[in-house]
C-alpha cells in the first residue's frame, strides 16, 4: 500500500512540474536557444550527484531520480533527447551561462543567482529539519 501511495505522489508532482514548465518553454522570448532544441530533438541537462534529485548509475552511465523523471515526463512526449552533463552546485551558474548545458533542476533560487540566470516557477517545496532527542529542540530552533 505504502508503495502504491508513493508513486502516486510522485507521479502527480511530475505531472504538475510538466504542465507548469512546458508552458514557459513554449513562451520563450528568446527562441533562437529553444529553437536548436527542437530542431536537435536535444537537451541538455545540468546534473548533480545529490539523491533524491539525481543519481548516477557508474555501471551504466545512466541518470535517474526525481529531476531526470520530471524530466523525461516533459520532453520524452516531445521526441526530445534529454542528455546529462556533470557539474557541482558552486559551478551551475556558471555552466549554464557558458552554455555547456541548457537547464538544471533542483536548484533553488537566491537573490545573486536570480540576478545572473532565470528560474522557473517552483515545482516543489522541501522541508528539513534535525533529529535531536526529546526536549532538546528548543535550544536548537532558529
Given at each position: 500500500?505504502?508503495t502504491t501511495l508513493?508513486i502516486?505522489?510522485r507521479s502527480?508532482l511530475i505531472?504538475s512540474?510538466a504542465?507548469?514548465i ?7 522570448g528568446d ?15 545540468g ?5 533524491p534529485?539525481f543519481?548516477r ?14 524530466l ?10 534529454v542528455?546529462?552533463v556533470e557539474?557541482?552546485?558552486g559551478?551551475?551558474?556558471?555552466g549554464?551561462q ?6 538544471m ?6 537573490p545573486?543567482?536570480?540576478?545572473a540566470i532565470?528560474f522557473?516557477?517552483?515545482i516543489?517545496g522541501l522541508?528539513?529539519s ?11 530552533g532558529?
Amino acid at each position: 500500500m505504502t508503495t502504491t501511495l508513493s508513486i502516486s505522489r510522485r507521479s502527480l508532482l511530475i505531472s504538475s512540474a510538466a504542465a507548469a514548465i512546458v508552458p514557459t518553454l513554449s513562451l520563450a522570448g528568446d527562441s533562437t536557444e529553444f529553437d536548436r532544441m527542437m530542431a536537435e530533438k536535444r537537451i541538455r541537462a545540468g546534473a548533480v550527484e545529490a539523491m533524491p534529485w539525481f543519481e548516477r548509475d557508474f555501471s551504466t552511465g545512466e541518470w535517474s531520480g526525481l529531476v531526470p523523471d520530471i524530466l523525461t515526463a516533459i520532453f520524452e512526449p516531445q521526441g526530445i533527447h534529454v542528455e546529462y552533463v556533470e557539474t557541482q552546485w558552486g559551478t551551475a551558474v556558471a555552466g549554464l551561462q557558458s552554455q555547456r548545458f541548457d537547464l538544471m533542476g533542483a536548484y533553488n533560487e537566491t537573490p545573486e543567482r536570480a540576478a545572473a540566470i532565470d528560474f522557473t516557477d517552483e515545482i516543489g517545496g522541501l522541508q528539513l529539519s534535525i533529529l535531536t532527542l526529546k526536549g532538546n529542540a528548543e535550544s536548537l530552533g532558529t
